[in-house]
């Protein structure tokens, strides 16, 4: 079982920058590729980025290229999402999740990731 908890999230100006943690809990953390989604008002949930169990390989949606970085601590249990040059269209609750690296490579699809966390909110105001 694998708990995650976000944080970081809040009101922000357009053109700000943020990070985003994802806390995990038990002692196997690079055996999860952890991931990130995204839900805005009245959208469905989408992939925003996801990041190996070593950290070395990393995915992200064409449309997120450039301005999303994922990245993680194993020595922590914690995985990073870093976005600059925030837009109000980036307004969301951001979601972070693991799948098991069993599955062979990361993926963008939500049905391949076991544990989700609870979401952080991210507001940005122009």
């Known amino acids: 079982q694998v708990q995650l908890v976000e944080s970081g999230g809040g009101l922000v100006q357009a053109g700000d920058s943020l990070r985003l943690s994802c806390a995990a809990s038990?002692?196997?953390?690079?055996?999860?590729?952890m991931g990130w989604f995204r839900q805005g008002p009245g959208k469905e949930r989408a992939f925003v980025a996801a990041?190996?169990?070593?950290?070395?390989?990393?995915l992200y949606a064409d449309s997120e290229k450039g301005r999303f970085t994922i990245f993680r601590d194993n020595a922590n249990y914690t995985a990073y999402l870093q976005i600059t040059n925030l837009k109000p269209e980036d307004t969301a609750v951001y979601y972070c999740?693991?799948?098991?690296?069993?599955?062979?490579?990361?993926?963008?699809?939500?049905?391949?990731?076991?544990?989700w966390g609870r979401g952080t909110q991210v507001t940005v105001s122009s």
């Open positions: 038990g002692r196997f953390f690079s055996n999860y590729f």
């Open positions: 990041v190996s169990g070593s950290g070395g390989v990393t």
């Open positions: 999740a693991a799948g098991p690296m069993s599955k062979g490579q990361i993926t963008p699809q939500a049905d391949d990731y076991t544990y």
